[in-house]
């Protein structure tokens, strides 16, 4: 190999880098935007839309500690139950490590499980990782806030 050639390699390596960066604000902005999305699905039993925005690994942590995976949140929204009224996200904070990021914040939520309503905030922090050109929700843990949140 010549010095020519080393320098067009070299520099090919470093545009193709460059063309594959991805704009950390942009990132950003798209990680708000499908977790708003994923809380509509999960209001109205959009099964395919969760389907999409979860990684195949998915595992939920719920509030009493029970560990479940996609399938069996898939199945929840499919038969609607918990049907809820109120799935909404607010003090969210994101943070990027190149194709990972890290999202925490509270989730309001009212609804109903069977013939139990329920509401309450709930503090969460979930786990993306950039695959097949988006982001994939591949953990998420929630703990129940005593008290509400403030607005």
Request: aromatic content about 8%; glycine content about 6%.
């Amino acid at each position: 190999m010549n010095f020519q050639t080393t320098v067009t390699t070299v520099l090919a390596i470093a545009l193709g880098a460059t063309a594959e960066a991805r704009d950390p604000a942009q990132d950003e902005r798209d990680l708000l935007k499908v977790e708003a999305a994923l809380c509509r699905a999960f209001e109205t039993g959009d099964a395919d839309t969760l389907r999409k925005s979860l990684d195949k690994h998915f595992t939920l942590t719920d509030s009493k500690g029970t560990v479940t995976n996609l399938d069996q949140n898939l199945a929840e929204v499919v038969k609607r139950d918990p049907v809820y009224e109120v799935f909404k996200n607010h003090h969210q904070k994101v943070r990027l490590y190149g194709d990972a990021a890290v999202v925490t914040g509270i989730t309001t939520l009212k609804g109903r499980s069977g013939k139990t309503q329920f509401e309450g905030d709930f503090q969460f922090t979930d786990t993306w990782v950039h695959r097949e050109g988006q982001w994939k929700l591949a953990a998420s843990h929630v703990t129940r806030l005593s008290k509400p949140a403030a607005p």
